[in-house]
């Protein structure tokens, strides 16, 4: 099957070999290098996510591919799109901002106070569901700032289902690296 390749490979020498897959690690660590940049620039951990579930409907749909920032001078208001991330779970997720609360702390606990506080509490819901996301908190009854990965700022309808592909079907991602290695290790250019 790999038996024209294999031959190509013996007639390229170790040394083009070598350079073929420096050639790759440097395109591999410019991707990873661009979105460490764009994370940077968006004050956010993860500037673009897909969205895997319906529970947002009808304003993003399963595969929609989002892009994100979290500004640190700016409040959130009712009615944002947030993406929200509770310690221990893995995956982030996408919802509407339905109340929020300016609170400052005390010896007390918080208290509420004005908007300018520096302190602010969210309380997020799916479009499509039917009550808010008080139970996905695991045991907080707001989020805070800390939770929020950022703010719907666009998205791209349905490109997100390549990756969705690739986590339902992970034979499929490693047909992709797979392939993808070969192509850079046999290319001549």
Not at 30 to 52: D, F, Q, R, Y
Request: proline content about 5%.
């Amino acid at each position: 099957m790999f038996a024209d390749e294999l031959k190509t490979l013996r007639r390229l020498g170790l040394r083009h070999v070598l350079l073929q897959i420096l050639n790759f690690a440097s395109v591999l660590m410019t991707g990873l290098m661009i979105w460490k940049g764009l994370g940077l620039a968006c004050n956010t951990e993860s500037p673009i996510v897909v969205v895997l579930s319906g529970s947002m409907e009808p304003a993003f749909y399963r595969g929609d591919l989002l892009f994100l920032t979290n500004p640190t001078g700016e409040r959130y208001q009712t009615g944002d799109i947030t993406v929200y991330k509770i310690p221990g779970a893995d995956i982030p997720i996408v919802h509407r901002v339905m109340e929020t609360r300016d609170v400052v702390s005390n010896k007390k606990g918080l208290v509420a106070a004005s908007p300018l506080a520096q302190y602010q509490l969210l309380i997020t819901k799916g479009d499509n569901n039917p009550v808010d996301d008080i139970d996905l908190y695991q045991g907080l009854e707001w989020l805070e700032r800390r939770h929020i990965v950022g703010k719907v700022r666009g998205f791209l309808p349905y490109v997100g289902y390549v990756t969705i592909a690739m986590n339902d079907f992970p034979q499929l991602k490693y047909a992709l690296i797979g392939v993808l290695g070969l192509l850079a290790l046999i290319q001549r250019e």
